[in-house]
């Protein structure tokens, strides 16, 4: 019940990051962020997994925390370092928001694109968001707990002894679950029933 008062949480934190979003891309109008909100609230899938105590939760409140940064602040420096903490966060909570690095990245250089600042501004980003990410790894180094005991990675048996997190990472590059095309995946076995209009929309 902890976990998803915390989903509550972040889900209305995530909402008012969107229409703050949608809003300032919008220029100013208030139907976009409204309509794009409607489908983060009540589409089927939104019903289902937003509820639920998911990685996925509360790194969408990081990423999108990180593309608000970006828009909201006037001095694009100081907004380049807070949105790339704030996007190295959602990397570490989730492996899944490197994905996305491209999207903001891009969103960067076109806010900056007039600062004579630009170039460093991007240098800030890279810099903000990759030093989260190799803290994590220092942290895991600290603890014992990068390598797996005796350098093994097999994959037939769980490792000995204590987490790996590059263990862990090895595993997840070999998960054999098919592709997201492929019939049995979660496209088709839990996504598609529940909502096939706004997926079909959004493609």
């Known amino acids: 019940n902890s976990g ?5 949480l972040l889900h209305v ?3 008012y990051l969107l ?27 939104g019903i289902y997994y937003q509820r639920m105590v998911l990685l996925d939760n509360i790194m969408v409140f990081w990423f999108l925390l990180s593309i608000y940064l970006l828009l909201r602040r006037k001095s694009q420096l100081f907004a380049a370092v807070w949105s790339g903490l704030a996007f190295g966060i959602s990397v570490v909570t989730k492996e899944n928001a490197i994905f996305f690095a ?10 900056a694109k007039e600062d004579p600042n630009r170039h460093f501004a991007m ?7 990759s030093s989260l990410i190799l803290i994590y790894s220092l942290f895991a180094t600290l603890k014992g707990e990068l ?19 590059l263990y862990e990472m090895w595993f997840q590059l070999h998960r054999n679950q098919g592709t997201l ?3 049995g995946s979660f496209l088709y076995s839990a996504w598609l029933p529940k909502d096939p209009i706004l997926l079909a929309a959004g493609t």
């Open 4 to 8: 998803r008062v915390l989903m509550l």
């Open 13 to 15: 934190a995530s909402v």
């Open 19 to 45: 229409f703050q979003i949608a809003r300032k891309f919008s220029g100013g109008g208030l139907l976009a962020p409204m309509i794009a909100c409607f489908f983060f609230n009540f589409s089927p899938l």
């Open 102 to 111: 491209p999207s903001i990245f891009y969103l960067l250089n076109w806010r």
């Open 123 to 129: 240098m800030l980003w890279i810099f903000a968001a």
């Open 147 to 165: 390598l797996p005991t005796d350098l093994s990675f097999d994959l037939s048996r769980s490792p000995q002894g204590h987490v790996s997190l």
């Open 181 to 183: 095309l492929a019939q």
